[in-house]
């Protein structure tokens, strides 16, 4: 069995790579816990200086591994050429924070002395998605590894240069020997490595669908796990809105990474006031996006990482407008080559639509209109995932109350949802569970501990 790494403008498959039999993974497995020790004895100081080795790995050779995402995955070269730089940052924030985000904290109790300590659990396996295929593993594994931790990366099957450019860069920066590796596995050997006891916990970036196996399995086995999942982000523009300004930013929140993105902005909940204007202003800007060669710095529209993908896309589109949504733009595969999909507006998007109940991984914008603003909060909450949302208004004060009432791990006010290495990332319902990035995220891996100390 092989892996293939196909380009998704051409459809030509660019390399195969052998899936690794069981005692393969045996001996990565073995090495990566072996290794483990002797990596959380070292001092923070001495990890830092690594992962700031890997900052400058990534900022070196950052136009090779941006061309190798946008030969792998699809992505426009100048968001894969952002991605790395974004890595770069991840590293260097955890290599200045890690240490203070896990000093001890003395606290006063019935004892001489009492403190929470945070200690490593041993290695932790990180299943990734192929849609930012460098970041994704850099905000979960860079953590995990300033905590003491040692990993293994399962990535998805249609990037494994990336998965294998990964480990790579580890190697460069001077990582010790199987601190962290990446596996050459399918989704059908992962139950058995989840499962394996050199495992201590997982992360997973993927489908609902994915996080609910791999909680299960986890849960089995009594292992720690965190789960970025899903999303169907609301974007609610209000009456009062600077409707040309956030026109362009929703072009971006919904169309970066040719949507294929859990944190796009998926549903565009607008006051009936400024529905139509709005509307107008968001086709003639989506309607400028220029078809053309992912590497090309003028290019807007890229393929979509695989041609199946992009066929589920088109069905849910097919399937809102059987229902009653009306296509404002767009809405049809693109040539006969390569993974592209016109970049697609629906207007009239209500419950039961597939454009709003369901998550569009792609370039489709759904149109929600609302009669005013506790509508627009109602409708933002009627769904099952609670990934982010946005708000939009010249009322900063009125935006924060907004805000405050989506259910979800992030909400943002006049700004497109993103994650920083700063502050918490994750989601609440079919979004999963725990979460990344800040002094929260490198806390998920460690063991919160208690240390009692009474004199005789």
Request: glycine fraction near 8%; charge should be neutral.
């Amino acid at each position: 069995m092989f892996m293939r790494s196909i380009n998704p403008a051409t459809g030509k498959i660019l390399r195969s790579f052998p899936i690794w039999r069981a005692d393969e993974v045996n001996t990565a497995l073995s090495r990566v816990a072996s290794a483990q020790p002797d990596w959380a004895a070292l001092s923070f100081a001495q990890r830092a200086q690594l992962m700031r080795n890997l900052a400058q790995i990534f900022r070196q050779r950052s136009e090779d591994y941006a061309n190798l995402i946008t030969d792998e995955m699809g992505k426009l070269l100048k968001e894969a050429r952002a991605e790395i730089e974004k890595c770069a940052i991840g590293c260097e924030h955890y290599a200045a924070y890690a240490q203070s985000y896990l000093s001890d904290e003395v606290i006063a109790s019935d004892a001489s002395r009492s403190l929470v300590v945070y200690q490593p659990l041993g290695t932790v396996l990180c299943i990734m998605p192929w849609n930012f295929p460098f970041w994704q593993l850099i905000r979960a594994a860079a953590p995990a590894m300033m905590a003491g931790n040692t990993v293994v990366l399962k990535h998805a099957s249609n990037v494994p240069r990336c998965a294998l450019a990964l480990e790579d860069a580890f190697r460069q920066a001077g990582f010790p020997a199987n601190t962290f590796r990446t596996l050459m596995i399918s989704a059908d050997q992962t139950e058995a490595v989840i499962a394996d006891k050199r495992i201590a916990a997982v992360t997973l970036t993927g489908s609902s669908t994915a996080g609910r196996k791999v909680a299960a399995i986890a849960g089995q086995h009594l292992k720690k796990c965190v789960l970025e999942l899903g999303g169907s982000d609301p974007f609610i523009v209000l009456d009062d809105a600077d409707i040309e300004l956030t026109a362009k930013q929703a072009l971006f929140a919904r169309f970066q990474n040719m949507g294929q993105s859990c944190i796009a902005a998926k549903r565009f909940i607008l006051v009936n006031s400024i529905a139509d204007s709005f509307v107008e202003c968001f086709k003639a800007l989506v309607s400028e996006l220029c078809y053309g060669d992912p590497k090309s710095d003028s290019t807007g529209i890229a393929p979509m990482a695989r041609a199946d993908l992009r066929n589920e896309l088109h069905v849910q589109v097919e399937r809102s407008v059987a229902l009653g949504a009306e296509l404002v733009i767009g809405g049809a595969i693109m040539g006969t080559q390569g993974a592209y999909y016109v970049p697609t507006i629906l207007d009239h998007v209500q419950p039961g639509m597939p454009a709003f109940d369901e998550e569009l991984f792609g370039p489709v914008a759904a149109i929600v209109r609302v009669n005013n603003a506790e509508e627009a909060i109602e409708l933002a909450n009627c769904t099952q995932f609670g990934l982010g949302g946005s708000v939009w208004t010249r009322d900063v004060v009125r935006g924060e109350v907004l805000a405050r009432q989506i259910h979800a791990g992030c909400t943002f006010v006049n700004g497109i949802v993103k994650s920083d290495p700063r502050l918490p990332f994750g989601g609440i319902k079919d979004s999963g569970y725990g979460r990344e990035l800040s002094y929260h995220g490198i806390r998920e891996f460690v063991n919160v501990k208690t240390v009692w100390v009474k004199r005789a």
